[in-house]
């Protein structure tokens, strides 16, 4: 049972333009939410997060939208940048519970 | 302040064989987690450390083992080897496992 769903294994956006990830989630108890950014041969980096009580969090070119009634999140890239160009991972976890679970990964091909 | 690290890079082993990975965090964090990445299945819980005692386990086999030293440096272990564990296993510390994770840059199994 996939608790965390990235829906689209990859992505392809023009450089310039808004890159939008996507993240569904089944467990209502989940509070907080993490994307991790990897590129090849690195480890996953940390990039933004949200706790369950905002809707919104933003960090320069990155903002994360938290929909908790559809149980979605989405990670706005914009504008986006060839370095851009990685696998997101979604996260998700319950502050007590100790896991962290990761969804599959979207691969961002950023185009000239 | 250097960052965590993962030996070895890569690792080729046959079936049946048994392996052992290291993870040194970083100075200063205490909890250490242990991933599976493969294709497939995205980035995947094995195991969580802090001071020396597993806090958490994810849904591997018992042929998945760790450890933590007194140092907070960890060992994951396999034993009997099979083809479907293949995969990149990354390694993260963080202060405590609500906080920040930072990954290694993993360590490249492959079982022929």
């Known amino acids: 049972d996939q608790q965390v769903k990235q829906n689209s294994p990859s992505l392809s956006v023009q450089e310039g333009r808004i890159s939008i990830l996507n993240c569904d989630y089944t467990?209502?108890?989940?509070?907080?939410f993490l994307w991790y950014k990897k590129y090849p041969a690195e480890g996953p980096t940390f990039l933004i997060s949200?706790?369950?009580?905002?809707d919104k969090n933003e960090d320069g070119r990155f903002t994360v939208f938290l929909n908790k009634s559809a149980k979605h999140l989405s990670l706005h890239i914009v504008p986006s940048q060839p370095g851009d160009s990685a696998v997101y991972f979604c996260?998700?976890?319950?502050?007590?519970?100790?896991?962290?679970?990761f969804g599959k990964g979207t691969r961002l091909h950023i185009l000239p | 302040k250097a960052g965590v690290t993962q030996t070895p890079r890569y690792l080729i082993k046959t079936r049946g064989q048994q392996v052992t990975l290291s993870c040194s965090p970083i100075?200063?964090?205490?909890?250490v987690s242990w991933y599976q990445q493969t294709p497939g299945q995205g980035l995947q819980f094995l195991f969580e450390?802090?001071?020396?005692?597993?806090?958490n386990k994810g849904n591997f086999p018992g042929r998945f083992s760790g450890r933590q030293f007194s140092n907070s440096r960890s060992e994951m272990n396999v034993s009997t080897l099979e083809l479907g564990d293949s995969a990149l296993y990354l390694c993260?510390?963080?202060?405590?496992?609500?906080?920040?994770?930072?990954f290694g840059p993993g360590t490249r199994l492959t079982v022929l």
């Open positions: 993260a510390s963080s202060l405590d496992y609500y906080n920040e994770q930072f």
């Open positions: 467990n209502s108890m989940f509070d907080y």
């Open positions: 949200i706790s369950s009580i905002k």
């Open positions: 996260a998700a976890t319950k502050r007590g519970d100790d896991k962290i679970i």
């Open positions: 100075s200063g964090h205490r909890s």
């Open positions: 450390y802090f001071s020396e005692t597993q806090r």
